[in-house]
């Protein structure tokens, strides 16, 4: 019951009354030292009462617990040294991570949790010694498994065409070996090499997504655009079409050509990925990504319906024409490619002045032009220019959170000796087996006397102001202007104290 009551003050929206309340309970609390305790007990969705705060964003709340667990390891005027618990905030020993939590929940206030001591710090940390040179490292490990994957492409066995055209339109020269055929001099055997590697590298990849789909669920894996969610699509399905390419090219099924394009595309888009390495380029792809699976996608609907529409036109128009003159609508396939063509202003209304053309294509070309580019794209343009003025509003905390997804995730996937923990032991200070973060901080003592004079003058100038209303509302209607000058002059003169005690305060800033 205890432990429920925690979980509901955490939720509580006045903080003060939580806090005071949480530590209330937590004096009757025979086992707060031990392993039963309250605190340490999670819910039915596996929070502690300190992840459940940070979860839903409770800063108060957050930094009451942080307070709570904080050591004074020693101080010396200005300067302190403070030991923070990080037991629970740290990922490295963690099956549900902390910092994980605060940055796939949809909350905005969460992230704000990263920038407070001592989880700022702790990500510093970690980021600095093995996050960015790991990741870096990845990165370029990446882009020259893509190389020899794109090589092993451009390369692929082809034999010249034997067969006869079947159609006048049938541009084909090149057809491709079949196995037997496909490696035998040596520049084929180098190739042989380079499509292992592609091989061996899509297996991995796969190895190491399906473990973390089955932890966190394919719902939060894919849909969490700062844990790279579409990232996460992009890249299973790209080695999904190696396999797919390897299983053609065994078989000598003809028509690897369409997944090895496919993961042409896929695998060379996935290096933006890395951009979320670099502080400059890393909001960046958190705004390529809400463009692309927001604005972009309700905008296709639209556009579908009017490519579709004008498209079954432009083929009526033209079906009893002759193809040879004005081939861009010669069946109805080509039509739909064309219209899309015209729609993204990628070629010019298609026309031949040495033959007639029938009137109605004029009509239909002409509302097309006014639907398309002059509406349609303009209201894409907008779209795009408010997501970006959204995204750029929140672009230091979106860094914030990519550094930390991206830290958990390569101490995840990286073995332990070759990242060790984090922190210092409590035993080293006699403080058991949990562990502590220490950080150095500087108190300056001008600020916190500024703020008692502060708090002075804003408590003189309440005592005046009930004072004057007590009298106010004393004394009857007879004596309304007497008592009137009387407060004003009393404000006036609080005003004026205030005044000298502000003064005070600029001098000594």
Known sequence: IGNTVLHILVLQPNKTFACHMYSLILSYDRNKDGPGSLELIPNNEGLSPFKLAGVEGNTVMFQYLMQKRKQNLWSFGPLSTVLYDITEIDSWAEDQSFLELIVSTKKREARQILDLTPVKELVSLKWNMYGRPYFCFLALFYILYMVCFTMCCVYRPLKPRTGNRTSSRDNTVYVQKMLQESYVAYEDEL??????ITVIGAVVILVLEIPDILRVGAAKYFGQT???????????????????????????????VVPMSFALVLGWCNVMYFA????????????????IFGDLMRFCWLMAVVILGFASAFYIIFQT??????????????????????????IDGPANYDVDLPFMYSVVYFA????????MLNLLIAMMGDTHWRVAHEQDELWRAQVVATTVMLERKLPRCLWPRSGICGREFGLGDRWYLRIEDR????????MRYTEVFKAQDRDNYDKGS????????????KELSALSLS???????????????????
């Open 191 to 196: 190739r042989l090499v380079g499509e292992l």
């Open 226 to 256: 700062i844990l790279g969610g579409p990232f996460h699509i992009i890249v299973i399905t790209y080695a999904c079409m190696i396999l797919v390419t390897m299983v053609m090219r065994l078989t000598s099924t003809t028509g690897e």
């Open 276 to 291: 979320r390495g670099f502080q400059m380029l890393g909001p960046f792809t958190i705004m390529i990504q809400k463009m």
């Open 321 to 346: 024409e002759n193809p040879e003159n004005l081939g861009q609508f010669y069946n109805y396939p080509m039509s739909l490619f064309t219209t899309f063509e015209l729609f993204l202003t990628i």
């Open 368 to 375: 097309f032009a006014i639907i398309a580019t002059l509406l």
């Open 443 to 450: 108190v300056d003592p001008n600020k916190h006397k500024m």
């Open 470 to 481: 007590g009298k106010l509302e004393t004394n009857g209607d007879s004596l309304c202007k």
């Open 491 to 509: 404000r006036s003169t609080s005003r004026t104290s205030s005044h000298r005690g502000w003064e005070i305060l600029r001098r000594n800033t």
